[in-house]
């Protein structure tokens, strides 16, 4: 696909395989067809390694944390257990939120929380609301561990951002799926490695090799599940995508 844009003319040209498409440059489409290359170039340079949120590194895309408030206050979990630590700054996110809420908690699994992250999620003024897992996120034992401290009736959000390879996925799905109550939902983040095999920091097997594949089999396979990007509770714009690095990663708990 080859995109010139005009400033002077205020044009947007794309041409593809599927013939050639001139816009005017304020528009929605031509909005969707550079923000979804702004999304690939801005990952190959690691924009989402610029932010923190309460003092730690969140290394996400602001859109998606700000998409994510949105879900997290309308289905007002009761537990929001995440796979993938790294610097815990989702982790704190996640927290701001429980206690700005009134309720909630977070669970934080990962296969290695390095000392130095570990001692400032423990001693981050937030602390009290997180509780830290240190094994593999699809070891029966952690499973187990995940699952014992979640009490009967209690309403659960899983966010699943550790290992993003399609089969690793897919054993976490199966997992914590039964977690995740009616309403709520279970997220295959960073799907957006389908859309990277061309970049330079991307890799050609990740046109099948990703969490996307991962939750569309999941959910042919689980009934009670259904891809569904949740609503935008306010829009006043004509546009209807997000700008995301979660394509196609909401599991709805029907």
Known sequence: MKLTIDTDLKTLVCESAGGREELPLYSDRAFDLIAEQWVKVGWNQRYSYTFSWFG????????????????????QPDVILET???????????ASLCKALGKGRV????????????????????????????G????PETVSRAK??????????????????????????????????????LVATDGIMKDLSDVPR????????????????????????VIEQPAWPFNESGLTRNLTHWPGAWLRRR
């Open 56 to 75: 730690r590194p969140i290394i996400q895309l602001p859109e998606d944390m700000v998409r994510t408030q949105e879900v997290i206050h309308r289905v």
């Open 84 to 94: 993938g630590v790294a610097h815990g700054g989702s982790l704190i996110f996640y």
């Open 107 to 134: 669970i934080g699994i990962d296969i290695e929380i390095r000392p130095h992250n570990r001692q400032a999620i423990e001693g981050h003024p937030l602390a009290s609301f997180i509780t830290l897992i240190e």
């Open 136 to 139: 593999s996120s699809t070891a």
């Open 148 to 185: 014992s401290l979640i009490k009967p009736g209690e309403k659960v959000l899983v966010l699943l951002d550790s290992n993003h390879t399609r089969q690793h996925v897919l054993d976490e799905l199966a997992a914590y799926h039964d977690l995740v109550t009616p309403g709520s939902y």
């Open 202 to 225: 991307g890799q050609a097997d990740w046109v099948r090799d990703n969490p996307t594949q991962a939750a569309i089999e999941f959910a042919a396979r689980h009934p009670e599940f």
